[in-house]
């Protein structure tokens, strides 16, 4: 066998073993975590004893509230989670599925998530034309190329996107996007 057949050999089974293995780590993204303490209560459903259900959704209702009270479990709604969803916009996650839209970041959500318009509450110049910006939600944006003849202040809108290969584009006030990185 030629060298050449051995590799496009070797590649191609390289190929097949990342898509099986990649296969099973997508369909464990898919299915959501659950506590077990949330689980419990949830089995209490399955009794047909009137007595018997009420007893267990008692005692799993208490352990879910001890289990509350120590931060061990934690309860958020949608509107919470969109809040927590924004404010980590920028940083590099791992992928939760109740984090990231099921971990593949392609739907409605990740849509949601794509770009941050917001205003800027204050501006510091790093020179060289690049610029630290805090916005309105306390988040902190450095630029990773020059402004060009223009000075940010705050105050004035600015919008950043997500783009290619896991970067970010970020506009002041309708000026050319520049390439921008998340920092605080």
Not at 23 to 44: I, M, N, W, Y
Not at 91 to 106: K, V, Y
Not at 124 to 136: D, S
Not at 161 to 175: E, H, I, P, T
Request: hydrophobic letters at 40%; charged letters at 25%.
């Amino acid at each position: 066998m030629t060298t050449r057949k051995v590799r496009a050999g070797i590649v191609g089974a390289g190929i097949l073993l990342t898509g099986w293995a990649t296969s099973g780590l997508h369909a464990t993204a898919q299915t959501q975590p659950r506590a077990e303490v949330f689980t419990k209560v949830l089995d209490c459903r399955g009794l047909s004893d009137s007595i018997a259900r009420l007893e267990c959704y008692d005692q799993q209702v208490s352990a879910m509230a001890t289990a509350a009270q120590r931060d061990e479990v934690v309860v958020l709604d949608k509107e919470e989670l969109k809040k927590t969803r924004r404010s980590l916009f920028g940083f590099s996650l791992p992928r939760l599925p109740f984090l990231n839209d099921g971990g593949d970041n392609r739907g409605p959500q990740a849509a949601e998530f794509a770009k941050i318009e917001t205003t800027i509450k204050s501006a510091t110049n790093l020179g060289y034309g690049k610029w630290q910006f805090m916005l309105e939600d306390g988040a902190q944006w450095q630029t990773t190329e020059p402004i060009a003849n223009r000075l940010p202040k705050a105050g004035l809108p600015i919008v950043i996107k997500r783009a290619s290969l896991g970067s970010f584009m970020g506009s002041v006030n309708g000026w050319t996007s520049v390439r921008m990185k998340r920092v605080g």
